[in-house]
């Protein structure tokens, strides 16, 4: 038999929750409150690795747990008398809270998911006593205000983990994943099988890192390190990430063109392209403890001129490729400005963690307010809501028919399970999972509540009993592949069963009732979100996909810099989502693809680019084209991809390729407007054409005859 290894971080953080836990179980005792095992378990479930996120998990709670018991206070005098509408009004609460706490998807939303199953937890055990309602809801904001505060104490102050490390770390791996992407853009290996896979497992490894950075982020401000203070440059740089992402995407896009179009990349725009690229991602982190280094004012003028330069290279060639250079050379030039912009807001988080005051650089556009960022699901989060509310109905309605004294241990275990695992698209599988580890920890707790409490006469004897099976599960607890399982098996099966001891229930026939509680609630959750709530990992991804079709298909009513940079950050989230839903349905979702998501990412990006100078184009051609991709997106089959789709609307092909000859060189919107504006004017209009003409219309070639003028086709 082997036995486990520890490391010596995970011996350490194990060591100090259960120094945490000892301390809020002194602490409960010594005030006199009636389940001093509430500050012990709440001492543990606030614990994590990093310091930061202790913090901002004792503030949720706390806070979550003071809105919880609100609700309790409320309900249960008014209700106790019908039971029936008791249990109606408790799911619904528990429903409305999950269902705050779904469209949330940060951290934060812990607050609410506990709010909700916290007036459960006081509500049901107090329907018997309801007149001590307001000493029950009391002593428990007191036992987990203790555990908290005693919690965050010990994280902070003994050998606390920085957040730093692991936040500095998933920056810098995003900012070598972009430029991973940059210089593999122009290589040979990217025009061949091999190389696109590459490309592509770089990009959805991008999406993945933004996602994971965002909601990471939500820490900082609580970090005990000087991390909290660039908590402002964090967030921008999420943001500009997401922004040059549509730009680098459109960049590779107008390369393959550029390949399918002559047959081999252009030997000056494989030189001027690649060198401006590879520069750009040499100014970034190469690696750790490399410094970031913003390119100087005059270099990022020429590298900006390269870029200009480009579309001007081939006056000789077709009109195809003349558009296809100029829609390069605009996404190019833009993708140098926003790189610029993460490597200075990279160079500023430095100097913050230094200690060195450093100016943030003008923001170029407002960044978007995170909850306007990430996906929310409103249907899928109503649906979980409404299967917590079910189960917890059923298990009540079980508790009340039959008058069983364990029937209360069984409504609570649903609302908590129910709620718990309400984000994933199965969630039965996990519920089971704990059920398993509840079940296999029944023997733990029966020695402990059974056997061993009985003999504890002081707080050292308890530590004596407690800290085998404590600090061997908190080492677990450290762990995220065994975190669920020690969790299961420390606070269900341990601590939850201890917890019997508070009120001297320490007999068999309490324990046996409590535990059958238990394991019925978890499995009535199971149950319940099988037949009612889960889903499929293909079916979630069709639903994220099928959200970016209808936001592209509602006309646009503000068109800025700010709107598309706030729907580049959606569409990347919900990339960042696809990807693990792709690769649990075995690789393929039919109908789905990280790529098409990323062609809906530049699609959008083209139409804010497109509303903002449509009057630009001759004879209503803006408004009309606009017009048209967003009937295409409403109508949009449900099982096909955009391109497919695109396919039975041969005339938004038209009227696109008519808009671009207009805007081309020659044509009756080229010369309109003098000076330079007007001409940058007329390249973002005529690059945000060329994107729409790709993405939409990829295999279409550019028709030889000129297209019929809109008064001869009337």
Same mark, same amino acid.
């Given at each position: ?42 001492a543990?479930i606030?614990?994590?690795p990093?310091?930061g ?18 609700a309790a ?21 528990v ?9 949330d998807?940060t ?35 007191e036992?987990?205000a ?10 902070s ?38 190389g ?16 994971q ?10 970090d005990t ?19 040059l ?6 960049v ?18 494989e030189?001027?392209?690649?060198g401006v ?13 490399t ?7 005059a ?11 480009v ?35 990279? *160079?500023?988080i ?69 709620s718990?695992f309400?984000?994933m ?7 089971y ?22 003999l504890?006469v002081?707080l ?7 800290a ?13 592949a065994?975190?669920?399982?020690a ?17 001297? *229930? ?31 990992a ?8 099928r ?18 940079r ?9 990339i960042g989502?696809l990807?693990p839903?792709?690769?649990?349905a ?45 009937r ?8 096909r ?10 005339a938004l092909?038209?009227r ?11 044509g009756?919107a080229?010369d ?6 007007a001409?940058a ?22 028709p ?6 809109q008064?001869?086709?009337?």
């Open positions: 038999m082997t036995l486990p290894r520890f490391s010596a971080a995970e011996m350490v953080f194990s060591a100090k929750c259960f120094a945490a836990a000892m301390l809020a179980m002194a602490v409960a005792s010594l005030a006199g409150l009636p389940r001093p095992f509430w500050a012990l378990m709440t543990y606030v614990a994590n990093l310091a996120a202790v913090r901002s998990k004792a503030v949720f709670r706390l806070a979550g747990t003071l809105l919880g018991c609100a206070l409320l309900l249960v005098p008014a209700l106790v008398d019908v039971p029936e509408l008791l249990t109606l009004a408790l799911a619904l609460w429903a409305l809270c999950l269902f705050v706490s779904l469209l998807r951290p934060r939303s812990y607050l609410f998911m506990l709010a909700g199953y916290s007036a459960a937890l006081i509500g049901f055990p107090a329907v018997g006593a309801p007149l001590g309602i307001f000493e029950t809801a009391s002593a428990r904001v036992e987990i203790i555990g908290i505060v005693c919690g965050t104490l010990v994280h102050l003994v050998l606390p983990v920085s957040l730093r490390p692991t936040l500095v770390g998933l920056m810098d791996r995003t900012l070598a994943d972009a430029g991973a992407w940059l210089r593999g853009m122009v290589q040979p290996a990217a025009a061949t099988a091999d696109a896979a590459g490309l592509q497992a770089a990009r959805r490894k991008l999406a993945g890192d933004i996602s950075l965002r909601v990471m982020a939500t820490h900082v401000p609580f390190s000087h991390l909290k203070w660039t908590a402002s440059a964090i967030r921008a740089l999420q943001h500009e990430v997401a922004a992402t549509p730009f680098a995407s459109a590779d896009d107008r390369l393959q063109a550029l390949r399918d179009a002559e047959g081999r990349l252009p030997a000056d725009v030189q001027v392209v690649g690229l590879a520069r750009l991602a040499d100014s970034g982190r190469a690696a750790p403890g410094p970031a280094a913003p390119l100087a004012d270099e990022l003028a020429g590298l900006r001129a390269a870029a200009r330069a579309a001007d290279a081939a006056p000789q060639a077709d009109a195809w490729t003349r558009a296809l250079r100029i829609g390069l050379a605009v996404r190019l030039e833009e993708l140098v400005d926003a790189w610029q912009a993460c490597v200075q807001l990279r *160079q500023r430095d100097a913050g963690l230094a200690g060195r005051p450093s100016a943030l650089p003008a923001d170029r556009h407002a960044a978007p307010a995170a909850r306007n960022v990430l996906h929310r699901d409103v249907g899928m989060a109503a649906w979980s809501a409404l299967a917590a509310a079910l189960a917890i109905c059923l298990c009540a309605a079980f508790w009340i028919l039959t008058g069983w004294p364990g029937g209360a241990a069984m409504a609570m275990m649903a609302a908590v399970f129910c718990f309400a984000g698209d199965d969630p039965a599988p996990s519920i999972g704990f059920l398993k580890a509840l079940l296999m920890s029944l023997p733990l707790g029966a020695l402990y509540v059974l056997v061993l409490m009985p504890v002081d050292p004897t308890l530590a004596l009993v407690c085998p099976a404590f600090l061997v599960l908190g080492c677990y607890l450290a762990r995220p065994t975190f669920m399982k969790m299961a098996l420390l606070l269900s099966g341990v601590i939850g069963t201890l917890s019997l001891y508070d009120t001297g *229930q320490a007999d068999f026939a309490g324990f046996a009732n409590a535990m059958v509680g238990q394991v019925l609630g978890v499995a009535a959750a199971a149950v319940v979100t099988a037949l009612v709530r889960s889903v499929s293909g079916w979630g991804a069709r639903r994220i996909q959200t970016t079709w209808r936001e592209l298909g509602r006309p646009l009513r503000q068109a800025d810099a700010a709107q598309a706030l729907h580049a950050a959606r569409v990347l989230d919900r989502l990807a839903r792709i690769a649990q075995g690789g393929t979702v039919d109908g789905v693809s990280a790529d098409d998501a990323l062609v809906d990412l530049r699609i959008g990006t083209d139409l804010h680019a497109l509303r903002r100078d449509a009057a630009l184009l001759p004879g209503g051609l803006g408004p009309d084209i606009l017009a048209r991709v967003a295409l997106f409403r109508e949009h089959p449900a099982q991809t955009t391109g497919q789709a695109a396919q039975d609307q041969p092909a038209e696109i390729d008519e808009a671009l000859r207009a805007l081309l060189p020659g009756a080229a309109a407007g003098p000076g330079p504006e001409d004017d007329r390249r973002r209009t005529l690059a945000a054409l060329v994107g729409l003409r790709r993405n939409l219309y990829p295999a279409r070639p550019w030889a005859a000129p297209l019929a003028t008064e001869a086709r009337a």
